[in-house]
C-alpha cells in the first residue's frame, strides 16, 4: 500500500523536518502506478510535496518524495552547483537536475552518490562518502556521516522520532494527507 510506504519511508519530509526521502516500490501495473502518482501529486501539490518515479525495473519502482521548495533551496547552497556540474548536471534546477539524476539511476544499478544532495544530506558527507568509498565515517544512521556529528545525530533522533509519531498516528486512523504539513 503506497500510503504505508509514505508513512515508514517518507515522515520527516512530510512533517518537513526533511528535504526528500526515497523508497522501493513494488507495483503490480505500470498504469496503475502512474495513476496513484499523478493522483498523490494533484493532491500533495498544495502542500509543497512533489512525487517522482526515478527508476523502474522488474515490478519495482524507486519511489522519490520532497518538499520542492527545500530543495530548490539546497540546491542554491554553496559548494552544491560546482559539484553537481562536476558529476555531469548541467541544471540545478529541480525539475532538470531530477530529470538528469533518473536517467543515472536507469544507466546502472548503482547509486549515484550525489543522490544524496537531493535527499538533503550535507555536502560534505556526499563528499566524505565519496572520498572515502563509503568508509571512515564517524556515525552512521540515516547515512554515513562525515561532518558535524553532534548535530547529525540530533536530526537523525528527530526523524526517528517523527517516524515513530506518524506510524501510530496513521494506525490511529490518521491519513498521510492529515499528516502533511503544509508548505
Not at 513494488?26 to 527508476?55: F, P
Not at 547509486?111 to 544524496?116: V, W, Y
Not at 563509503?134 to 554515513?144: E, I, P, Q
Not at 517523527?162 to 498521510?176: F, I, K, N, Q
Request: a positive charge; proline letters at 3%; hydrophobic letters at 40%.
Amino acid at each position: 500500500m503506497l500510503e504505508k510506504q509514505l508513512i515508514e519511508h517518507c515522515s520527516p519530509t512530510l512533517a518537513s523536518l526533511k528535504t526528500a526521502n526515497l523508497f522501493t516500490y513494488r507495483y503490480a501495473e505500470e498504469e496503475g502506478l502512474m495513476e496513484s502518482v499523478s493522483q498523490w501529486n494533484r493532491r500533495m501539490g498544495a502542500k509543497g510535496i512533489r512525487m517522482a518515479v526515478l527508476k523502474k525495473k522488474d515490478g519495482m519502482a524507486l519511489v522519490y518524495v520532497c518538499r520542492v521548495a527545500r530543495l530548490l533551496e539546497d540546491m542554491k547552497k554553496p559548494g552544491t552547483a560546482e559539484f553537481l556540474k562536476w558529476c555531469g548536471y548541467e541544471d540545478t534546477d529541480p525539475e532538470k537536475a531530477l530529470i538528469r539524476l533518473s536517467r543515472r539511476l536507469s544507466e546502472s544499478d548503482q547509486f549515484p552518490h550525489e543522490i544524496g544532495l537531493f535527499l538533503g544530506y550535507p555536502l560534505g558527507d556526499v563528499i566524505g562518502f565519496m572520498a572515502n568509498a563509503g568508509k571512515n565515517y564517524k556515525f552512521t544512521g540515516y547515512w554515513k556521516v562525515y561532518t558535524n556529528v553532534k548535530e547529525t545525530v540530533r536530526m537523525f533522533e528527530k526523524y526517528k522520532k517523527c517516524r515513530d509519531v506518524y506510524e501510530r498516528l496513521w494506525r490511529e486512523g490518521r491519513s498521510v494527507w492529515q499528516l502533511t504539513v503544509a508548505a
